[in-house]
């Protein structure tokens, strides 16, 4: 799928990924809807994007309020040819803890809802659209990109409720790919290892320089821009579909 005039709508886009993500498609001419809670954080990359921007304050995991932001991509560019979701929160809860209190259900419950049932809802109400839209030359109408975790695979102690959400995206990517195939629409994921985000600033240096230092090759965080270029070129490379792809300079999470 082109990037130049075509108009992808990113959730999460506020922050980390996600504005790395929109901006990399901007300078490559693409038309953004920036999806985020975050209001101050959307508007003012969307702001940033000039015309070829738009703000959508809107919560992936709401069905009127994700519509609005697919209206917003609408009425602004007049089509939809992509969608990234970024947008995620991340938990972190023993099943048990140390004074034997078992992990709350709703904080189980909040990260499935985000992170699994907002994905979920973005592609569903995105891919309505994609699919009215006219196909491009090769048959495209459209193409999603989601966000996962290695996590989903090598999920750490305290991980349950993250894991089993980013396992939950990495699970529907090959069905709703077969599906979507009868419109020309493509579903791949990326699995990232451990990023340099406002998502991981929360976590004191040590434990950073720590994450890093696990990953076998190269050994770092990876840059929110290397994150971008691997979504850049799923939206370009007609080939890639149905496929979960980690980025994470081959890291194997330990238990913990
Ligand atoms: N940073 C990492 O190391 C890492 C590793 C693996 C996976 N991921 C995943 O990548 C994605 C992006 O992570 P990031 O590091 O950029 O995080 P981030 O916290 O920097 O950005 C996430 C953005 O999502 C937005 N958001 C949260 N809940 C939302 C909701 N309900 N509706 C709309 N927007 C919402 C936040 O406001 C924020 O702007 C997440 O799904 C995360 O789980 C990140």
Same mark, same amino acid.
């Given at each position: 799928?082109?990037?130049? *005039?075509?108009? #992808?709508?990113?959730?999460? +886009?506020?922050?980390?990924?996600?504005?790395?993500?929109?901006?990399?498609?901007?300078?490559?001419?693409?038309?953004?809807?920036?999806?985020?809670?975050?209001? @101050?954080? =959307?508007?003012?990359?969307?702001?940033?994007?000039? %015309?070829?921007?738009?703000?959508?304050?809107?919560? !992936?995991?709401?069905? %009127?309020?994700?519509?609005? =932001?697919?209206?917003? =991509?609408?009425?602004?560019?007049?089509?939809?040819?992509?969608?990234?979701?970024?947008?995620? !929160?991340?938990? +972190?809860?023993?099943? !048990?803890?140390?004074?034997?209190?078992?992990?709350?259900?709703?904080?189980?419950? $909040?990260?499935?809802? !985000?992170?699994?049932?907002?994905?979920?809802?973005?592609?569903?109400?995105?891919?309505?659209?994609?699919?009215?839209? @006219?196909?491009?030359?090769? +048959?495209?109408?459209?193409?999603?990109?989601?966000?996962?975790?290695?996590?989903? #695979?090598? +999920?750490?102690?305290?991980?349950? &409720?993250?894991?089993?959400?980013?396992?939950?995206?990495?699970?529907?990517?090959? @069905?709703?790919?077969?599906?979507?195939? &009868? #419109?020309?629409?493509?579903?791949?994921?990326? =699995?990232? *290892?451990?990023?340099?985000?406002?998502?991981?600033?929360?976590?004191?240096?040590?434990?950073?320089?720590?994450?890093?230092?696990?990953?076998?090759?190269?050994?770092?965080?990876? $840059?929110?821009?290397?994150?971008?270029?691997?979504?850049?070129?799923?939206?370009?490379?007609?080939?890639?579909?149905? %496929?979960?792809?980690?980025?994470?300079?081959?890291?194997?999470?330990?238990?913990?």
């Amino acid at each position: 799928m082109q990037i130049k *005039g075509n108009v #992808y709508l990113v959730t999460g +886009g506020g922050s980390g990924l996600g504005q790395a993500t929109a901006r990399r498609l901007a300078a490559h001419g693409a038309r953004l809807v920036i999806a985020d809670t975050d209001a @101050p954080a =959307a508007r003012t990359l969307a702001e940033e994007l000039g %015309e070829h921007g738009r703000c959508a304050v809107a919560d !992936v995991t709401q069905a %009127e309020s994700m519509q609005q =932001a697919i209206a917003t =991509a609408m009425s602004a560019f007049g089509a939809l040819h992509g969608l990234i979701n970024c947008a995620g !929160v991340v938990v +972190g809860r023993k099943v !048990v803890d140390r004074e034997g209190e078992p992990h709350p259900l709703d904080l189980f419950a $909040r990260a499935v809802e !985000v992170n699994l049932i907002g994905t979920f809802n973005a592609i569903r109400l995105a891919a309505r659209v994609m699919a009215q839209g @006219p196909p491009n030359a090769d +048959g495209e109408r459209g193409v999603i990109v989601n966000s996962a975790s290695v996590a989903a #695979y090598d +999920g750490q102690i305290g991980q349950a &409720a993250y894991a089993a959400s980013k396992a939950g995206v990495v699970g529907m990517t090959l @069905p709703i790919a077969r599906e979507l195939a &009868a #419109y020309g629409i493509r579903v791949v994921t990326i =699995a990232p *290892g451990v990023f340099a985000t406002p998502m991981m600033a929360g976590l004191p240096e040590k434990v950073r320089a720590v994450l890093g230092q696990q990953t076998p090759f190269p050994s770092r965080l990876g $840059r929110p821009s290397e994150f971008a270029a691997l979504a850049q070129h799923i939206i370009e490379n007609a080939m890639l579909n149905g %496929e979960t792809i980690r980025l994470d300079g081959a890291l194997r999470m330990p238990a913990k």
